[in-house]
């Protein structure tokens, strides 16, 4: 496609449930990105996948957040037994390898509210 | 860990005029990448311009340009002949060059408003 896109855009769920977040990268992109928006902690990093290296989840914030990229190309977030503070929006990244110094262009988001 | 700093809340400027916003950031790395990145109401973070620490030649992209100041550790953007398009949040951002840690480190933001 021409930009990453990520569904859904809007997403409401009740507490504990689980969710699925799912990002399409640009085509020919191997790396992707998953960055967390929200009021009180401004934009954080979630996790990094880079071609077909084990990701860096060091900025997953507890064992309720997982993310799984197959085939290279498209990435799940999920998010189980979803709590409040976990209301932001859920962005995704991605870029050409990133050795070669390439942006990052980001997708529109999904805006995740949890009553 | 590398931390990046946008003092201002909050800015406006009248429709045509100039604006420089102000980032600031610290790291002990001597090469890296920053960027400002735009964030008008549809969420869509949109880069405008980026700098490779290594270049000492300030970046410019059209009506947005930057001011590098590598041992201040400073890096402003500044919009001329502001438009009504230009309204948005903004991001100042880091992004280290060492394998693995390419993840973008962002400020707070900035939230730039033009006034017809």
């Known amino acids: 496609g021409a930009g990453v896109s990520q569904s859904p855009s809007n997403k409401v769920t009740e507490k504990g449930k689980d969710v699925e977040l799912r990002c399409d990268p640009i085509s020919g992109h191997t790396a992707l990105y998953w960055y967390r928006q929200s009021l009180g902690q401004g934009l954080e990093f979630l996790i990094y996948?880079?071609?077909?290296?084990?990701?860096?989840k060091s900025g997953l914030p507890s064992d309720r957040f997982s993310a799984e990229r197959t085939g290279g190309s498209v990435s799940t977030l999920t998010i189980q037994r979803t709590q409040q503070e976990d209301s932001a929006v859920y962005l995704c990244?991605?870029?050409?390898?990133?050795?070669?110094?390439?942006?990052?262009?980001f997708g529109p988001g999904t805006r995740l509210l949890v009553l | 860990a590398q931390t990046v700093t946008q003092s201002q809340p909050e800015m406006s400027v009248q429709e045509a005029e100039t604006v420089t916003l102000s980032c600031t950031y610290d790291?002990?790395?001597?090469?890296?990448?920053l960027f400002w990145y735009k964030q008008p109401p549809s969420r869509q973070m949109i880069l405008v311009i980026r700098q490779e620490a290594y270049k000492q030649q300030n970046a410019t992209e059209n009506r947005f340009s930057v001011n590098f100041q590598k041992a201040a550790k400073s890096f402003s953007l500044k919009i001329s002949d502001s438009q009504l398009g230009d309204a948005a949040m903004y991001f100042c951002a880091y992004r280290s060059r060492i394998q693995g840690a390419q993840k973008l480190v962002f400020g707070q933001g900035t939230r730039l408003t033009i006034n017809p």
């Open positions: 996948f880079q071609g077909n290296s084990a990701p860096d």
């Open positions: 990244a991605s870029s050409l390898a990133p050795s070669r110094g390439e942006t990052q262009y």
């Open positions: 790291t002990s790395e001597s090469d890296y990448y």
